[in-house]
């Protein structure tokens, strides 16, 4: 299954392998609860609500094993570990950062060697900390332009985009 098995991989669990933002705005419906605070407000109140987080719909599988997942999810760990079951996805390390404007590179750095993540913000936060990082396709994330985008959660197509990034920023 996974042809580079050196390669360590930090997986986003939120719009990377989860339809969290689908899910959301089924439950908070309206323009209104789309703005940033509007967000955060919502989703404390959705922090012990065990249905919302176990039964989080799969956008996509990854043909690989990741080595951990970083999020910044406010959930308990609980709650992700019987999603990620619920898949049949493997059980790794989960790390898990409660402010959403913090940089997961500074928790994962050195646990992985790259991040694959939806948020244009958590890729260039980790790039600018050294941790390279890719971003995953997603309607919401299509009007920015980073450097290393990938279209699916496929190793080959990972490991291009990752060599190609090493070798852009003079990393390799």
Request: glycine content about 4%; proline content about 5%; overall charge positive.
């Amino acid at each position: 299954m996974n042809s580079y098995k050196s390669l360590k991989i930090a997986l986003d669990l939120d719009d990377t392998i989860f339809d969290f933002f689908g899910e959301y705005k089924k439950r908070f419906p309206g323009k209104n609860n789309l703005v940033e605070y509007k967000i955060t407000k919502n989703v404390v109140s959705l922090k012990n609500d065990k249905l919302f987080w176990e039964n989080l719909p799969l956008l996509e599988k990854p043909n690989f094993e990741p080595c951990i997942y970083a999020t910044k999810r406010i959930n308990s760990k609980t709650y992700t570990r019987n999603c990620l079951n619920k898949y049949n996805l493997p059980l790794k390390p989960i790390y898990q950062m409660y402010y959403q404007h913090g940089n997961k590179a500074n928790m994962i750095k050195g646990r992985c060697d790259v991040l694959i993540d939806d948020s244009i913000t958590n890729v260039i936060n980790a790039i600018n900390s050294g941790l390279p990082a890719l971003i995953i396709d997603r309607p919401h994330n299509q009007t920015e332009s980073p450097l290393f985008r990938i279209y699916s959660l496929d190793i080959d197509e990972i490991k291009f985009a990752y060599e190609l990034e090493l070798k852009t920023l003079g990393w390799n």
